[in-house]
């Protein structure tokens, strides 16, 4: 079954605009990750962030974990039309990840 | 540096037929990951390998579906008696422990 559930499902926006998604996940976890794919094919690991962290950066994204309240967001920042994929959160609670079902975002020029 | 490679990249074949899909995951990886993921849905873990342990197979649906890694590089997932409903894309991913999960582009299967 999945863990992490995102939030919202779809998303679309203008180039230059922010994009922010949420994660949410059930129980305890050791780390939390995202990832994105890009046509249905393979994913892409983008950041982690450890259960003792909060936030987290990496370029342009901007992650954030509330282990009280079990979630998780990813800020994309001045979003470009290369951003237009699905994203994934996945935690890990074990020695496996588990994946929630995405979100897609659409970045229009 | 070689990434994760699967194949086929696509594979169209009957109902009832035997598939076997193959992944090369990235050299010194322990473990190594399959999922599938249906249109438009997230990943299902299906089996997990690491080291020289026993596999995790809780996530396979059936018992039609199986997975071997032999000399702890190379595995292969096969699927017999293919059915309509096993149409996906099946992703194998490898790491080193369990961080930072590699992908490979996936191998679509079509169940005609």
């Known amino acids: 079954s999945q863990q992490g559930e995102e939030d919202p499902q779809a998303l679309s926006i203008q180039e230059g605009e922010n994009a922010t998604m949420n994660c949410s996940y059930k129980t305890s976890i050791n780390n939390l990750q995202w990832y994105r794919q890009n046509s249905g094919r393979g994913l892409v690991h983008l950041i982690l962030i450890r259960s003792n962290e909060r936030e987290k950066h990496s370029g342009r994204l901007r992650v954030t974990l509330d282990t009280s309240k079990k979630s998780s967001s990813l800020l994309i920042t001045a979003s470009r039309a290369a951003d237009t994929a699905s994203y994934f959160c996945a935690t890990d609670s074990d020695y496996k990840l588990s994946f929630g079902a995405g979100t897609t975002v659409t970045v229009r020029a | 540096g070689a990434g994760v490679s699967q194949s086929p990249s696509n594979k169209v074949t009957e109902k009832g037929k035997d598939v076997e899909l193959r992944c090369d995951p990235i050299?010194?990886?322990?473990?190594l990951y399959w999922y599938r993921q249906s249109l438009g849905q997230g990943l299902e873990f299906l089996i997990y390998?690491?080291?020289?342990?026993?596999?995790?197979k809780s996530g396979l649906p059936s018992d039609r579906f199986s997975a071997e890694r032999t000399g702890g590089s190379v595995s292969t997932l096969t699927i017999q008696r293919t059915q309509q409903e096993d149409s996906a894309v099946y992703l194998c991913?490898?790491?080193?422990?369990?961080?930072?999960?590699?992908f490979g582009p996936g191998t679509r299967l079509t169940v005609t």
């Open positions: 050299s010194g990886h322990t473990a």
């Open positions: 390998f690491q080291g020289n342990s026993a596999p995790d």
């Open positions: 991913a490898s790491s080193l422990l369990t961080y930072e999960q590699y």
